[in-house]
Each structure stands twice: as C-alpha cells, then as structure tokens.
C-alpha cells in the first residue's frame, strides 16, 4: 500500500480501527482532539461504536465496561485527563482487563498548557493510580511506530489481560509524516472466556469486579497479577541501541526527544565526539538490560526529557552506578534544541575527563 | 508569480500544507510588496500555526496578526484578533490569510466576506494527493464545496501542493498534478501554483499548468 500523509493523532485512530478496536470513550483535550474527532468521524464506517463521555472519567469507566464484555476498547486523552481516569485504570488493572489507553502528553502540573511534554513519566510507569499494577508503556519516536505500536498495544492487551498505554508527547500527536498501514502482527491470544457475555443459561454468571474484600483473595490476585507483569518484563521489552560502537557518551531519550537527540549525535559527530543513544521504546517495562551493553569507551550517559529528569531514577538504575549520570531538560512545552544538548554534552564531557 | 489580487486567502483540507506554503508565499512576496501582512485565522490547529514563525517573518518586514494576547503558541482558545480587519480594509496593504483546516476552519472567514470583493481577493486551495480526504478528485471537490458554503466565497484558483514531507519525489508531484487537473477542470478554477521542495521544484517539467513555486520548510525543525 502507498504511504500517506497522516498526523499522529489520527494515524493512532486509524490504526486502532486497522487492530480491530471497536469502541472508543473519550472526552475533548488538546492535544489529543484530532484522534477522537476522527473516530467519530471514520469509527462507524468500520463497525465501531464512538461515544462522547460526559467526562474522563466517565469514559473510562465506560471503557471498563466494553473490556469486560470482552471488546477490543480504547480511550484517550492528554495529561490532566489521564489523571482523572487513573480510578478506572486501577479498577481496570484490578480486575484484569485488557484496554488501549492514550495519552498525548501536554505540559504540566495542573491543567498546565498545550504544548508537548514528557512529565506524564512516572503517572505512566509508576502506576498513578493505587494499588500493585503496572501499565505496559509504548513511547513511539514517530507515526510509524505509534501505528504499529498502537496495533500492537490491543494484542498485548488482550494477551496478558492488562492495560497498555501509547504514551505520545503532544509533538507525536500533532506532526504529519508519512506512514503506512501494514497488517498488524497476531499472536495466539487465549479465548475471553472470563467475559461477561451472557450466560444463555449454560453457565454461571462471569463477575467482573475490582473489589475483594477477603485479604487471602486479594493477596491472591495480587500475586497472579505479579507473575503476570514479570513475564511481561521477560518478554516485551523494546528499545533501540542508536550508534552504540564506540561512543564517549551515551544519551538516553525517548519518543520526540530521541529526535532530537539524533541530530545532535550528527553535531558532535563534526565536532570529533562520538555518542550513542539508547532509546526505550516500551517505558514499561523499562530496558535496564540495554545499559549492561554500553561499550567500555563510555564515560558519562546524559538523560534526555522534556521533564525535569523523571526518567533519571530508572537510568540510575540500569547503569548500576558504573557511570554518571546527567541530566538535560526542557520543561512547560519548549523543546530542546540540538545545540542546547550539545553544550550540555560537551560540559558533561569535560567535567569526567 | 505572486501577481495575484491584494487579499490572498489561502485555505484547504487540514493538513495540506496551507500554512507552509502560506508562510513561504508572504516571505517571497516581502520582497517585492511594500507593506505585507499575514494574518493567522487558524481557530482549527493547536500547533504548527503561522504565528510560530512570527520572527523569522518580522525580520522580513512582514506584519504578523495572531494571538490578541501577544502569545506564539500555547493559546488553546479559538480566538481570531479584531486587528485582522484592519488589512483587509486598509488597501495599503498586501494581505496573506492563512485560514485553519476544512469548512470548520473555513467558517472564521465568514465574518469578513462582505470586504472581499471580487478583484481584491483569490482564495486558493491548497491540494495534496497524498492526504486521506483528498487523494480523488471528488474528495478534493467536496472540500472545496464544503470550504466554500462556509467561508460564503468563491475559489479562484488551486495549488497543487502534493507532498511528503522530505521524502517528495517528482513523481508525487506529477500525480497530484492529474488530480489537481481533474479538479480544475471539473470547477474550471486555474491551477495558479505547484509547490514543491526546491531540490523537487528544479526537477519539474516547465510546461506544467500553474507556476512552479518552490518553497522552504520553515514550519518543520530539522529533526523532524
């Protein structure tokens, strides 16, 4: 197929229709907007269902409900309005349902503006809502990965009966670039059996419920729950190690930044100074693995965010102490430019040597 | 080139890259026009808004009409400032409108259509084969349909803008050129401009219909 001209938001919505999503709950944020203006839009011609909730939290726990009954389901919506679902996206954890959550990323705290960020980090990763769940984390670097990722976010979803979230700075949501639309990758999933379908009086009723009020059970649950998100950790974690021979200096960004990041590879590059970049992909689970390959040429790893350094904690944690570890940072929706991490790099640089 | 009436309106599905090319037809028009503006209707976009680019034209001389706040970007209210009047009615002024995406954004137009009269304005549609919406003939006219019921004006002319960012070859451009054809003919509106990269521009045959129009990507960082 030809590649065309999509903006992320959309491509997102046109690759959960492509995954077989068939509903969509969301309610109005910029800048996620476009994604669930085109489902209302293009859902129904596919045999999608797109409700306009009266708020986030409505729709996610209308979200709830379409992934009890076993539905392939989805919202979105942008920072603040991720907030207000993290209730529902624990009830979902709880109760061990799969769903698609988006979150084109805007800077914060508080309502805070529209222009992209990556200060959704540990809201992401480090649950947001209560309780011993994690979410798998997509952070795509540009729309083709976001609609591959978005793809395969339903059948990871649906394979561990656990929410995953594509995790978009509002940059990815809002550029255009070309893309294109292959068959999304399958893999055995397990029948929903456990779905609430209807009995037609051959069974017992299917519960979907979060609350147990019996600690032995609970503790139970949990420990399924753990299992479950260790295999995850054995098994889906992405990452791309970027120029990583020889380099004096590795960087570690994701999503936009990445980006960014790679151009100013390409600036000390002319400048006589190798680096590398070690881009996670899935921010959950997070690839410390990667940081056990650096090369010994190494001197300093330089962290990359449009956050105030949330993802310093987990590099910390990869590298083990073996190197130091800096941090460069643009907040409240500016963007770094290239030569800004340059300069940071280069001071980073002088100050091991 | 850039002989076109004193207002130029420039609208089309969103995402064709009208505010490129908006951009781009103000900046190469600051150096023959004495007194340009551009005004920013976009009530559609969060990002990628021709105010963004509001130094690199004001050191063009160009007057750049967007936020009534005095902001670049961030604004997240469909506002359009009451200081887009002024060109429009100041014939001393070369006027370059740079209109949000669609009928929705076409509708902002509407306020002003009793000033645009015919010959002193063109509005343009702004066409690239290559987006979902657009990619046939009858697409691109129910667009320009829906554009034009909106804004209560008449097109008067069609740029064929048929790209892919970086990646454009001749070849998208010449099949954009068929499709903006097929639309030209079926509402017998001019094609006025083919836009292009201009490493791309350079390699276009020269007998195509419209002027070649090469531009600059001054919306687009270089990391992206």
């Known amino acids: 197929m030809a590649r065309i001209l999509m903006k992320g938001n959309e491509a997102i919505g046109a690759a959960a229709i492509k995954a077989g999503c ?51 389901v989805m919202t979105s919506s942008s920072s603040p309005g991720i907030a207000l679902k993290q209730e529902g996206i624990s009830y979902i954890a709880g109760a061990e349902l799969p769903c698609v959550i988006v979150n084109i990323v805007r800077g914060g705290p508080g309502l805070g503006g529209i222009q992209p960020a990556q200060s959704d980090y540990y809201q992401s990763t480090r649950g947001g809502g209560n309780g011993d769940y994690r979410l798998v984390v997509y952070a795509p670097a540009n729309l083709q990965e976001a609609v591959d990722l978005t793809m395969e976010a339903f059948e990871v979803a649906d394979y561990y009966r656990n929410p995953v979230m594509v995790l978009g700075d509002g940059m990815i949501g809002q550029m255009m670039e070309p893309i294109e639309f292959k068959e999304p990758k399958k893999r055995e999933l397990p029948s929903k059996d456990w779905a609430t379908t209807g009995t037609k009086g051959k069974r017992k009723p299917n519960i979907i419920n979060s609350l147990r009020l019996a600690p032995a059970e609970l503790e139970k649950l949990n420990h399924k729950i753990q299992d479950k998100l260790k295999k995850i950790e054995e098994n889906e974690v992405m990452y ?22 790679k151009n100013t590879i390409e600036l000390l590059k002319s400048e006589g100074i190798n680096a590398g970049l070690i881009r996670p992909i899935t921010l959950w689970p997070f690839p410390y693995k990667a940081f056990e390959e650096i090369p010994e040429t190494a001197k300093a790893i330089l962290t990359v965010e449009m956050s105030c350094g949330q993802m310093v904690d987990d590099v910390k944690i990869g590298i083990s102490g073996k190197l130091p570890v800096g941090f460069y940072g643009r907040v409240g929706g500016m963007i770094p430019s290239p030569q800004e991490i340059v300069d940071k790099a280069k001071e980073m640089l002088g100050g091991v040597k | 080139m850039l002989n076109d009436n004193r207002i130029r309106i420039i609208i089309g599905h969103y995402g064709s890259g009208k505010t490129e090319f908006a951009v781009n037809y103000a900046m190469k028009l600051a150096d023959k026009a004495k007194k340009v503006a551009l005004a920013d209707l976009d009530v559609v976009n969060p990002y990628f808004r021709s105010r963004e680019k509001q130094d690199i034209l004001g050191e063009k001389g160009i007057e750049v009409i967007g936020s009534s706040l005095g902001m670049k970007s961030g604004a997240d209210l469909p506002a359009v400032s009451s200081r887009v009047l002024a060109p429009i009615q100041d014939a001393s002024y070369d006027l370059v409108l740079d209109v949000g995406g669609d009928a929705v954004g076409a509708r902002a137009l509407a306020r002003y259509y009793s000033s645009f009269k015919d010959g002193n304005y063109d509005m ?54 068929e499709l903006a054809i097929e639309v030209s003919e079926n509402l017998s509106i001019p094609i006025k401009y083919v836009s292009a990269l201009e490493k791309v521009a350079r390699q276009l045959p020269r007998d195509m219909e419209g002027q070649i129009f090469p531009i600059n990507m001054y919306m687009r960082e270089d990391w992206m």
């Open chain 1, 22 to 72: 068939k509903f969509f709950f969301g309610y109005p944020i910029t800048p996620q907007n476009e994604l669930p203006e085109f489902m209302a839009r293009e859902f129904g011609k596919h045999g999608g269902t797109f409700l306009q909730a009266e708020s986030e939290v409505a729709a996610i726990n209308m979200v709830y409900g379409a992934a009890g009954a076993g539905a392939r």
């Open chain 1, 240 to 261: 791309e190690m970027y120029n990583m021979e020889k380099p004096e200096l590795v960087f570690c960004a994701y999503g936009t930044t990445s980006r960014i990041v």
């Open chain 2, 124 to 177: 343009f549609c702004v066409i690239n084969a290559n987006r979902p919406g657009t990619q046939t003939a009858e697409g691109a006219i129910e667009h320009i349909k829906g554009i034009e019921a909106a804004s209560r004006i008449r097109i008067t002319g069609i740029i064929n803008n048929t790209h892919l960012l970086r990646e454009t070859t001749v070849d998208d451009v010449l099949r954009g050129q």
